[in-house]
């Protein structure tokens, strides 16, 4: 028992140091006080969207309050069957249509969606940026001057962000935070953010600033054409090719409500993790072990020690439970959670696992569906595209 205790607290003591660390340090943080330069070259943000009518107006309108002053909005309507691309010329962006039909063979959804954005966008003028934002992110009026000034004075052709994570129903405050929190986690910035270090790259595909010519070398989003992580893929792709990259911490700067539901949470995110660990198995299984040896077996530590009548033990594991919640009510604090929900800690890791298991069992059986498209999906991130079934 004293040794289980332990080794928890060994764990949670790591990672209030790892928190402590990277506040102090800060240098991967990026917030709207942050210097922005005046001659910035244009920025073309292009938004890919399938039937987002709940979310594109408001998008664009945060965009519109930009201090930016050199920049326009292109989306890419893949196929809407909703009043997106209604909106989104109300609002005044420029809209470029898509079939919205079956997916050329070897193609993802997104990917496609703006490759032929890119398409339809046509020759850049040289210098020009991209902008690759999703149509739930809601930017900060600094956000594109001061990302776009990170840019150009880090020398990278490639920015992308981890920005502040709205969440309104039940489930997503419970989920969401242990989600985020393996990722996070499990992706070390100053490793991300090395050049020597090109295996540790990870990137977040609601907000991707990149340079045009170097996009283009780096082979656009044909380069990542099966991937379902079209973001770490790309991302992947500039490393290859020699181009720095740079990811940030940017809660101030952009927030995004990814899911709704749990519905949308589940198919959102087994879509996602097991095409985040390169498709192995062995990943998932052993870190579910972790995730419930460090998330939930403390919370039953006391309950064996009241049965074994061990009051030693019970202490230990008081303590660790205290330690527990006392990071989690620090951590939550300083991204902006409720803090409440770190009660239920053991049910959101214990969710957490589910998916896990989950996001291998549909990828490998072929019934990994989003935006009213199904994927089979194996080992080679080889992808066929068929209808999903309703």
């Known amino acids: 028992m004293l040794i289980t205790c332990a080794l928890i607290a060994m764990f949670w003591f790591s990672v209030a140091v790892k928190v402590g660390r990277s506040r102090a340090e800060d240098r991967w943080r990026l917030g709207p006080e942050a210097p922005s330069r005046p001659d910035l070259p244009h920025l073309v943000v292009v938004i890919p969207a399938r039937n987002e009518a709940a979310n594109i107006g408001l998008c664009i309108a945060a965009l519109r309050r930009s201090d930016h002053t050199n920049f326009e909005i292109v989306v890419y309507d893949d196929g809407s069957t909703d009043d997106t691309a209604t909106i989104a010329l109300t609002a005044g962006a420029r809209v470029f249509f898509g079939g919205g039909g079956p997916l050329p063979p070897g193609w993802k959804g997104k990917p496609w969606a703006l490759h032929r954005a890119m398409q339809a966008v046509g020759a850049l003028p040289d210098g020009t940026w991209l902008l690759f934002l999703d149509a739930d992110v809601r930017v900060h009026p600094a956000a594109l001057s001061r990302a776009h000034t990170r840019a150009l004075a880090d020398g990278v052709a490639f920015l992308s962000g981890f920005g502040k994570l709205e969440m309104g129903s039940f489930w997503e405050k419970v989920i969401q935070p242990s989600v985020g929190g393996l990722i996070i986690a499990g992706n070390d910035l100053d490793k991300v953010n090395d050049p020597a270090r090109?295996?540790?790259?990870?990137?977040?595909?609601?907000?991707?600033?990149?340079?045009?010519?170097?996009?283009?070398?780096?082979?656009g989003h044909a380069a990542v054409a099966a991937d379902i992580l079209d973001d770490v893929g790309l991302a992947r792709a500039f490393v290859a090719k020699g181009l720095p990259i740079r990811v940030l911490f940017m809660r101030e700067l952009f927030s995004c409500r990814m899911y709704t539901s749990l519905r949308e949470l589940w198919l959102g995110w087994t879509k996602n993790l097991y095409a985040g660990?390169?498709?192995?198995?062995?990943?998932?299984?052993?870190?579910?072990?972790?995730?419930?040896?460090?998330?939930?077996?403390?919370?039953?530590?006391?309950?064996?020690?009241?049965?074994?009548r061990d009051w030693t033990g019970l202490v230990a594991s008081l303590a660790v439970i205290l330690l527990i919640q006392a990071v989690r009510f620090w951590m939550d604090g300083i991204f902006g959670q409720d803090r409440r929900f770190g009660l239920l800690q053991p049910l959101g890791a214990t969710m957490l696992v589910g998916l896990l298991l989950d996001s291998v069992r549909r990828s490998r059986m072929g019934q990994v569906t989003w935006k009213g498209r199904s994927y089979s999906v194996g080992s080679s991130d080889e992808t066929l595209e068929r209808p999903a079934q309703r």
């Open 198 to 219: 090109s295996a540790a790259v990870i990137a977040n595909g609601q907000f991707i600033l990149v340079r045009a010519d170097a996009y283009r070398l780096a082979g």
């Open 277 to 308: 660990m390169r498709y192995s198995t062995v990943v998932p299984i052993l870190l579910s072990g972790f995730v419930l040896f460090e998330f939930v077996v403390p919370y039953f530590l006391p309950v064996v020690a009241l049965l074994q």
